[in-house]
Nanobody, 120 residues
Framework: QLQLVESGGGLVQPGGSLRLSCVAS????????IGWFRQVSGKEREGVSC????????NYADSVKGRFTISRDDAENTVYLQMNSLKSEDTAVYYC?????????????WGQGTQVSVSS
């Protein structure tokens, strides 16, 4: 069973930076598409960014384009989210998701989340 653990969250001032990490254990991440999502209390979880299993394709929500960068290091079984020029509206709990779909099964895993707070 794949397990995901996020880290790197914290309190930062507007304009600052944080790098989130999502470390996997129990199985290799090589075959998984990885996404970062965030959720504010009382609101729906929203997608922030994702990266394909091959690492060649990435996507970003319009709200974070040009500020966030997703990357993966399959040798370290880790995915990163570099967040620059942070804004107060980036405040949320950030979750890592690993997804792979085969002909017969869907594998979908979530981490426990890490809190990001952007405030002066």
């Amino acid at each position: 069973q794949l397990q995901l653990v996020e880290s790197g969250g914290g309190l930062v001032q507007p304009g600052g930076s944080l790098r989130l990490s999502c470390v996997a254990s129990g199985y290799t991440l090589d075959y998984y598409n990885i996404g970062w999502f965030r959720q504010v209390s009382g609101k729906e979880r929203e997608g922030v960014s994702c990266i394909a299993s091959s690492g060649g394709s990435t996507n970003y929500a319009d709200s974070v384009k040009g500020r966030f960068t997703i990357s993966r290091d399959d040798a370290e079984n880790t995915v990163y989210l570099q967040m620059n020029s942070l804004k107060s509206e980036d405040t949320a709990v950030y979750y890592c998701n690993a997804l792979v779909v085969t002909i017969t099964q869907l594998y979908n895993y979530w981490g426990q989340g890490t809190q990001v707070s952007v405030s002066s």
